[in-house]
């Protein structure tokens, strides 16, 4: 029977006590005193005296509580309740019997003195029976459990059995709440997997799970008391820490849980490392909104994944600005600089350290915005990525710079190639290859002279389709570059899987070459690894003399940096040429 169906039998029975027709009843007999077939489906019904005595119980009611009847000349309503309940039962008689209306109350009826049942009891005056009360009492138990288990499951995650962010949101609203100190401090991590989707395409999503199950575990593991940790969404959790004395004890716990989590994980006898990035925020500046502070953390977090390094971990600052109103103002103006010529494409030299000569050049696209100023592509790219606008932004640095070499080659600056960087978005629209092709025939320049640069993780979205991709376009002469090499997946696996023509080491292992022994181990390693697979190298960020000369002397030959010439607009790179203070290879 429903919630509701039982509300509407209660009521009617209750009516029956107030002065619509019942049939008639002797008070005694066990068969008789009856209110017919209705209060048969009523867990208990009883009329009683202001002490609580039974005049009459339902033959329903007395197998619920679990007594034989003849026991009722001596048991009491208030027998049946716990001490620590009585009041509350006396007290729903006092104002039943003051306000002459039905009362309720949700308390324990011990049955057989022995196993508490939890039930709604529902009090009222008889009217029929002067100086009695109706009391009607329905098991609720099973709803309370019921309840109970839906509030669970409502506050917890069904995969890992963590708290959720339901849950997480009220822990970090209560700490906020109890700090009265105004020198305590807590804070909220948020713990993001890198590459996670990679998992899932390798080992199908019944392994991604597992692995999420095991980094619940670990970071359960690893917390304390004062240490709370949920599940968010997907691959990210959070742990909200109350009563951290500041940033170096956060610092800590970040470089426990990036420890814990690059511990190997094993899926199917193979083992697999992973690696989180970390974004904090440390509050009570923020009482009372856990939504402030989510997004806070969740800003510090997309930071945090353009770190290098094994602990990815960046703390909210209020003055630097990741998302939000200022993102969506600047994302609007995107589409007024396209139309109003406001990006363009700068160019930096690829030059040959042994020789001087500029054998090729990186299209870099830059924002001059009208009231900003330059808006960095770190900035714009991905704003670009979210508007829907990287593709269109994409296929036109390509014509341009394909137009652009048959421009300099008019102008006596003969230059072997020019390489355009290519966003994810780019590579996985179907129309690319097509793209491609249509910048070639337009210019005609020879596709050799064209260089797409794109990264690891490009590649390894979805290997089958980029293996086909690159072989489709390789096979009219467009060469692919690795940009970033180092940083990402760094298998060799990948290398001899894909045509590929050349490898661009990221400028984080270049700017401390000349002091880390680390970095010219990784140095002189790419250089052997590109020197086996036949594979171009080039060195980015180069900035001073000693580092152009060490990638020389290691067999990295071609350089790309401040050092030779930073990205410069068209007229500016072309009066260098004009000057000699850059060579072509021709020249």
């Known amino acids: 029977m429903s919630i509701q169906s039982l509300r509407a039998l209660t009521n009617q029975l209750a009516g029956h006590q107030v002065g619509l027709p019942m049939p008639a009843a002797a008070p005694q007999s066990d068969s008789e005193d009856t209110t017919g077939s209705l209060e048969q489906t009523v867990d208990f019904f009883a009329r009683v005296t202001p002490d609580g005595r039974f005049t009459y119980l339902s033959d329903r009611g007395l197998e619920f509580i679990g007594y034989h009847r003849g026991y009722l000349q001596i048991l009491t309503l208030p027998d049946l309740v716990p001490d620590a309940e009585f009041a509350t039962l006396m007290d729903c008689f006092d104002r039943a019997r003051e306000r002459r209306t039905m009362q309720k109350c949700t308390l324990h009826l011990v049955k057989t003195l022995t196993y508490p049942r939890l039930v709604e009891l529902r009090i009222n005056i008889n009217e029929r029976h002067p100086g009695e009360f109706t009391v009607l009492a329905f098991d609720v138990s099973s709803w309370l459990e019921r309840e109970q288990s839906l509030i669970h499951d409502a506050h917890h995650d069904a995969l890992t059995g963590l708290p959720n962010l339901t849950a997480a949101r009220h822990e970090i609203d209560r700490i906020a709440g109890?700090?009265?100190?105004?020198?305590?401090?807590?804070?909220?991590?948020?713990?993001?997997?890198?590459?996670?989707?990679?998992?899932?395409?390798?080992?199908?999503?019944?392994?991604?799970?597992?692995?999420?199950?095991?980094?619940?575990?670990?970071?359960?593991?690893?917390a304390d008391r004062r240490e709370f940790v949920a599940r968010a969404e997907g691959d990210s959790f959070l742990m909200v820490v109350a009563h951290t004395p500041g940033r170096e004890d956060i610092a800590d716990l970040a470089r426990r849980v990036s420890d814990a989590i690059q511990q190997p994980y094993t899926l199917d006898n193979q083992t697999l490392q992973l690696s989180v990035s970390i974004g904090a925020v440390m509050f009570p500046e923020v009482r009372h909104q856990s939504g402030k502070v989510l997004r806070q953390a969740d800003d510090a977090l997309i930071r945090a994944k353009r770190v290098q390094g094994a602990t990815r971990l960046c703390f909210f600052e209020p003055n630097v600005r990741t998302k939000g109103a200022d993102a969506l103002k600047l994302e609007s103006d995107m589409y007024n600089g396209i139309r109003n010529g406001e990006f363009s494409l700068h160019y930096q030299p690829i030059s040959d350290a042994r020789t001087q000569q500029v054998v090729g050049v990186e299209a870099l696209m830059r924002w001059q915005?009208?009231?900003?100023?330059?808006?960095?592509?770190?900035?714009?790219?991905?704003?670009?990525?979210?508007?829907?606008?990287?593709?269109?932004?994409?296929?036109?640095?390509?014509?341009?710079?394909?137009?652009?070499?048959?421009?300099w080659d008019n102008a006596g600056i003969r230059l072997p190639y020019a390489t355009v960087n290519v966003s994810a978005h780019q590579f996985r629209d179907r129309r690319f290859p097509e793209v491609v092709r249509e910048a070639i025939a337009l210019t005609g320049i020879t596709a050799e002279r064209i260089v797409l640069e794109i990264t690891e993780s490009v590649l390894m979205h979805d290997p089958a389709r980029a293996k086909m991709l690159l072989e489709e376009l390789t096979a009219i002469g467009i060469r692919f570059a690795v940009d970033d090499f180092g940083t990402g997946y760094s298998s060799l696996a990948y290398l001899q899987r894909f045509p590929l023509s050349t490898l661009k080491i990221d400028r984080s292992f270049i700017v401390n070459l000349p002091h880390s022994v680390n970095d010219q181990a990784i140095v002189a390693a790419v250089v052997a690894l590109a020197r086996s697979l036949n594979l171009e190298l080039v060195a980015e960020g180069v900035e001073t003399p000693e580092q152009r000369q060490m990638l020389a002397s290691s067999g990295c030959h071609l350089i790309q940096g401040w050092v030779v010439c930073k990205a410069l607009p068209v007229d500016q790179l072309a009066r260098k040429f004009a000057l000699g203070e850059l060579r072509t290879v021709s020249a």
């Open 369 to 407: 915005h009208p009231v900003h100023g330059a808006v960095p592509p770190s900035v714009f790219i991905p704003l670009a990525e979210s508007g829907g606008l990287i593709n269109f932004l994409g296929e036109w640095a390509l014509r341009n710079t394909c137009m652009q070499l048959a421009q």
């Open 178 to 222: 109890d700090m009265s100190d105004p020198s305590a401090q807590a804070a909220v991590l948020l713990v993001d997997l890198d590459e996670y989707h990679r998992v899932n395409h390798a080992f199908g999503y019944e392994a991604g799970d597992r692995i999420i199950q095991e980094t619940g575990q670990r970071l359960q593991k690893i």
